[in-house]
Every structure is written in structure tokens, then in C-alpha cells.
């Protein structure tokens, strides 16, 4: 059970803000004025706070981290953070010892464990957590509370995602489209419009974000794929193909896990990528040839899966039987690399 703070409670500070902001806060009755005393000069007048001012400033508090939880529509994965990838905020936290910038969170109603949950801000929530656990157990998180729908809190997150180098385009592509079905109804047009983005390019993201776990595992970390080259893959995943992509993806990936195991660094992405478009790529044809007595040209073949072809040339000397037999070698060759005529093996014994 995580301390409570010896403050008014944070339903209790918006109502008075909010009522300030309304004017229907009661405002208690001021005591009796003293006897007037004269003085040569009056003082300046003050300027009388203004209630928004109060409202916003009563609206940050320090809280423990474990009364806040992570709002499952940031585009950032919480389980990915680690000392590592978070070291330059966490050593700038402990150097000034506390945190600059307010995490954006709202209050949470449907969950007895907190009270709020993070917006924008998970890097920020991370660091002091690991703080708190390794080396100052008295840290707070800051925290601005704001009422907000799911709707605006991700436009507000994406934001400020949109500026960070370390929210891979993976991480974006998938809150994108879990956004385009939770906040828009699956209107691409009225998304890009909300978010102030060009339509295709949302359009690409949205593509990006069906690439499946398996081929993203091929790769050292889901950064280094960027969104030009996930494109490309995700339309060559479906087409012919795909099958091919994915089983040399699996095997990369294996080979990925071995060297991780190793204490290896993984293969760069440039490779990985190099692979997997290799094998996306038509096998080239395979020539064959046959040439006569005097080394002149009697018969060429060319063959891929999908096509078988022959040229016999005049004048080369060679025999019926001997181009026969060169034409059912070719034949072969082109059948054991998929080639097929459609026909049964008995069609084919009775020729």
C-alpha cells in the first residue's frame, strides 16, 4: 500500500478550482476592519491573483510513482524502457535531484490500485521509479493533472511523441491503427485531419502496423526498422512472396536469439533487411546448353518456375536423339525448380 500524501486530495482541489473559476465558491466573510491609520504615502496596489493561475498551479503535485499507472494508448512501450535506453534521463533526475518537467497524466476512477495514469510522460515515470528503487527512495513524481477523453489524450501524446527520436515507427504505426478503431470509427480522412497529417503518409503507417511479431523479431530491436523499408515489406508480404519472407524471417530470427545468447550484437538492420529482400527477390533462370561436333550451338534452355525455353539452332551437327535427350533434361531441371505442364504421371509415362 503506497503512502498517501497529508494534502487535500485531488477531487477536492479541482472542485474548489473549478468552482473558483466559476464564481460560485462560497468566499467567507472578511473580518472587522482595523481603525484606519494615515500614512504619507499609500502603498502600490497589488494585483489580485487571477483564479486560472490558482486552478493551474493546484493542478501539480508530487505523488509516488506507484499510484500511477501507464495509459494503455501511449504510443511508447513501458516493457521496452530500461536503464540503458533511459540513462541520460535518469542520470539529468539524480544530478538535479528531481524532476523538471511534469508528466501529463488524468485521474483514474475504475481502479482501486491508482489514482492516475500517465499521457505523456512514460520516460519520465520510468526513470524516477528506478531512481526510487536503486537510489533515492524519497523521490516524487511530478505530475499535471488534466481531464481529458481518450481521444484528446492521445492528439496530446502523440504530440509530443511525434518530437522523440526514441519512439520507434513501429511503436507509432500500432498506436495509430489501435487509435483509428478506438477514437475514429476507422475513418483514415477524419484521423488525418485531427492529427493534422498528410492521408497517405497515415495511410503507410496504418499498412506498417499489420507487419506481424514474427518478422520483427528478425531484427536487433523494432527501431531499426523505419517506415520505408516496413512499407516496402508489408506489400511484398502480400504478394507471392510472402510465404518466402516470413520462413527466411524466422530463421534470421533464431540466428538473432543464438548470438543474444552468445553475448553477440545482433546482425545490423542493413543486413537483415539485404536477406529478406534476397529472398523476396524471382530466382534467376537457369540457362543449359548443347553444342554439336565443332562446339557450335545446338540447343539453349532458359527456366524459372513459371516458364520453359528452348531454342535449337541449325547447322550444329548433333542427332535427333541426342536434342531429345537434351530437351528432357531441360525438362527435369525445370520441373525440380517448380516448373509443372499440368500433367499426370500417367500422361507423362505414356508419351
Not at 523521490?139 to 518530437?163: G, H, K, M, S, T
Not at 475514429?184 to 497515415?202: F, I, N, P, Q, V
Not at 551437327?317 to 541426342?322: I, L
Request: hydrophobic content about 40%; overall charge neutral.
Amino acid at each position: 500500500m503506497t503512502e498517501r500524501r497529508d494534502k487535500p486530495s485531488f477531487a477536492s482541489l479541482f472542485n474548489r478550482a473549478r468552482a473558483e473559476a466559476d464564481g460560485t465558491a462560497s468566499i467567507p466573510s472578511p473580518p472587522p476592519a482595523e481603525p484606519a491609520v494615515v500614512q504619507s504615502a499609500e502603498p502600490p496596489p497589488v494585483e489580485p491573483r487571477r483564479r486560472d493561475e490558482w486552478a493551474y498551479e493546484a493542478m501539480q503535485f508530487l505523488v509516488d510513482p506507484a499510484r500511477v499507472r501507464i495509459w494503455p494508448g501511449n504510443a511508447r512501450i513501458y516493457h521496452d524502457l530500461n536503464p540503458d535506453n533511459c540513462r541520460d534521463l535518469i542520470q539529468s533526475i539524480a544530478t538535479e535531484g528531481m524532476q523538471k518537467v511534469a508528466a501529463v497524466v488524468r485521474p483514474v476512477f475504475d481502479d482501486a490500485l491508482y489514482e492516475y495514469e500517465v499521457i505523456a510522460g512514460t520516460r519520465r515515470h520510468f526513470a524516477v521509479s528506478y531512481l526510487r528503487a536503486t537510489s533515492m527512495p524519497s523521490l516524487r513524481f511530478l505530475i499535471q493533472v488534466e481531464i481529458l477523453d481518450d481521444e484528446a489524450a492521445f492528439r496530446l501524446a502523440d504530440l509530443e511523441n511525434r518530437a522523440r527520436k526514441d519512439v520507434s515507427d513501429i511503436e507509432r504505426a500500432r498506436n495509430y491503427a489501435a487509435a483509428l478503431h478506438d477514437h475514429y470509427d476507422g475513418h483514415l480522412t477524419r484521423m488525418a485531419e485531427r492529427l493534422a497529417l498528410s492521408k497517405s503518409w497515415l495511410s503507410k503507417m496504418i499498412r506498417v502496423s499489420a507487419l506481424p511479431d514474427q518478422l520483427l523479431a528478425a531484427f536487433g530491436s523494432p527501431g531499426d526498422l523505419h517506415l520505408k523499408p516496413a512499407y516496402t515489406l508489408a506489400q511484398k508480404l502480400d504478394g507471392p512472396a510472402g510465404p518466402v519472407i516470413m520462413a527466411t524471417a524466422i530463421q534470421i530470427a533464431r540466428a538473432q536469439m543464438a548470438r543474444r545468447t552468445d553475448g553477440l550484437a545482433p546482425y545490423p538492420a542493413a543486413e537483415v533487411l539485404r536477406q529478406l529482400n534476397d529472398a523476396s527477390s524471382p530466382a534467376p533462370e537457369q540457362s543449359a546448353e548443347l553444342r554439336g561436333p565443332t562446339g557450335r550451338l545446338a540447343m539453349s534452355a532458359n527456366a524459372n518456375k513459371n516458364s520453359l525455353t528452348l531454342k535449337l539452332h541449325a547447322g550444329s551437327g548433333v542427332t535427333r536423339k541426342a536434342i531429345t535427350e537434351a530437351v528432357r533434361a531441360a525438362l527435369d531441371a525445370a520441373e525440380a525448380k517448380g516448373f509443372s505442364l499440368g500433367l499426370s504421371s500417367r500422361d507423362d509415362e505414356s508419351d
